[in-house]
Structure formats: structure tokens, C-alpha cells
């Protein structure tokens, strides 16, 4: 599902108030980190991503890598802090995702 303008703005002004619960550091994007974060986007659908200073990856390839392999969307880059949103599979975890099919 492609988001339309006005999802996209809802997503990040909810994401605003959010702090990042990943960092890629030196070691760089891993599958074992693509795979946590895969895990945590199935429980919360919004999430933020951060590249530290010390990395080499560039946000906008971690931002295709993402997309390609969990099929979820970057709503926003900002500097090195990525907003990935993807729906949840269960329902119980649907809170974002209801409110963007509403808009």
C-alpha cells in the first residue's frame, strides 16, 4: 500500500514525540538487525532508526535495504534518523494502522 500526502504527515507527527530504539553503528545494517527490526515493527508500526556518527552506511541506502527486505515504508529521512512505518499482520498491534486507513 502506497501512503498518500496527508498519511505521511500523520505518521510523522506521530512519530515526532518518538525516540529511536535502534542505532547502526560501525558494524554496520546486519540481518540480525533487519530481522529485529522487522520484529519490532510487527508490535509497534512505527518506529525510528538511527545512524550513528562512526557508521559508513548513508540513510538513504539504509532506507532502500529496509524497504526491499521488510516491505515496510521510510516516512521520513532526517539527517540519520529514519521513520519506518509498516502495518502489523495482527490485529491486536493495529493502533497506527487503523488511524492511517481512516485518513
Do not use: W
Not at 3 to 9: A, D, E, F, T
Amino acid at each position: 500500500m502506497e501512503l498518500r500526502g496527508k498519511q505521511k504527515r500523520f505518521l510523522r507527527s506521530e512519530a515526532h514525540h518518538l525516540k529511536p530504539i535502534f542505532q547502526i553503528g560501525k558494524g554496520g545494517l546486519n540481518d540480525a538487525m533487519i530481522h529485529q527490526i522487522g520484529e519490532a515493527l510487527e508490535k509497534r508500526e512505527l518506529i525510528k532508526v538511527t545512524l550513528l556518527q562512526n557508521t559508513d552506511e548513508v540513510p538513504e541506502e539504509v532506507a532502500t535495504v529496509l524497504e526491499k527486505q521488510l516491505a515496510c515504508q521510510v516516512v521520513q529521512i532526517i539527517g540519520k534518523i529514519l521513520v519506518v512505518y509498516k502495518p502489523s499482520s495482527k490485529e491486536k498491534f493495529q493502533n497506527i494502522s487503523t488511524q492511517v486507513r481512516g485518513i
